[in-house]
C-alpha cells in the first residue's frame, strides 16, 4: 500500500523558518518525481514545488529563493525548506507522488501537514 | 488569480449531468496531459481523471474527461448527492518558470 506521511508543520512567525518532511513507503521512491501542493484555507490547490529523480527541482514563482526542495533515497523521504515565511504561507502542504509516466499527475497525496505563519 | 480557469461554482439536481471546464493556453493544457481531482472539506484530493481522459481503477464511469485545444471539460452523469464536493483541474505548464498549475476549483452543489 503506497503512504506518504508528511510533519513538520506548526506555527512560525513571519521571516522564520520550517522544515517539512515527506516520508513515503509501498513504491519504489527513487523513481517517482515528488511534489508539494498547498491549499491556504478555504482556497484552491497550489503547486508549490516538485523535484525529479535526478537533480531537477522546480518552484511556484512565489516560493521561489524562498523554499528549497530535495530527497533523500536512501530515507525515502522528500524535504521541503521554507525560509523568509510569509502570512501568505499559511497553508495545509500535501506531497505528492507524480506517476512514473511524468505526465504531471497525483493518484497519491498524504494528509497534509498546518503551516500557520502569524505573530 | 489561477492559470487554468474554472466556473467558481456549478449546480444539478440528483440524476442530471454536468460539465465543468477548464481553460488554459498554448503553454499548458494545449500542449499538456490534463487531470482532474475531486476534494471533499478536510480531505486531500482524490484523482479522478489523468491523461485528459483515463480513469484510475475504482472511479466510478460516471466520471469523463475530455481536452480539446487549450481546455479540458470533467463530466459528471447520473449525479448523486455524494458528488457534491470541489473539482480541481491540474497539468503542467511549459512557459517561463515552468511548474505545475491548477484551477481555481468548481463547487459542485447537487441541489
Known amino acids: 500500500e503506497v503512504q506518504l506521511l508528511e510533519s513538520g508543520g506548526g506555527l512560525v512567525q513571519p521571516g522564520g523558518s520550517l522544515r517539512l518532511s515527506c516520508a513515503v513507503s509501498g513504491f519504489t521512491f527513487s523513481s517517482h518525481a515528488m511534489s508539494w501542493v498547498r491549499q491556504a484555507p478555504g482556497k484552491g490547490l497550489d503547486w508549490v514545488s516538485g523535484v525529479g529523480t535526478g537533480d531537477a527541482t522546480y518552484y511556484a514563482d512565489s516560493v521561489k529563493g524562498r523554499f528549497t526542495v530535495s530527497r533523500d533515497n536512501s530515507k525515502n523521504t522528500v524535504y521541503l525548506q521554507m525560509n523568509n515565511l510569509r502570512a501568505e504561507d499559511t497553508a495545509v502542504y500535501y506531497c505528492a507522488k507524480e506517476d512514473i509516466t511524468r505526465h504531471f499527475f497525483f493518484q497519491h497525496w498524504g494528509q497534509g501537514t498546518l503551516v500557520t505563519v502569524s505573530s | 488569480q489561477s492559470v487554468l480557469t474554472q466556473p467558481p461554482s456549478v449546480s444539478a439536481a440528483p440524476g442530471q449531468n454536468v460539465t465543468i471546464s477548464c481553460s488554459g493556453s498554448?503553454?499548458?493544457?494545449?500542449?499538456?496531459?490534463v487531470s482532474w481531482y475531486q476534494q471533499f472539506p478536510g480531505t486531500a484530493p482524490k484523482l479522478l481523471i489523468y491523461d485528459n481522459n483515463e480513469r484510475p481503477s475504482g472511479i466510478s464511469d460516471r466520471f469523463s474527461g475530455s481536452k480539446s485545444g487549450t481546455s479540458a471539460t470533467l463530466g459528471i452523469t447520473g449525479l448523486q448527492t455524494g458528488d457534491e464536493a470541489d473539482y480541481y483541474c491540474g497539468t503542467w505548464d511549459n512557459s517561463l518558470g515552468a511548474g505545475g498549475v491548477f484551477g481555481g476549483g468548481t463547487k459542485l452543489t447537487v441541489l
Open positions: 498554448s503553454s499548458n493544457i494545449g500542449n499538456r496531459y
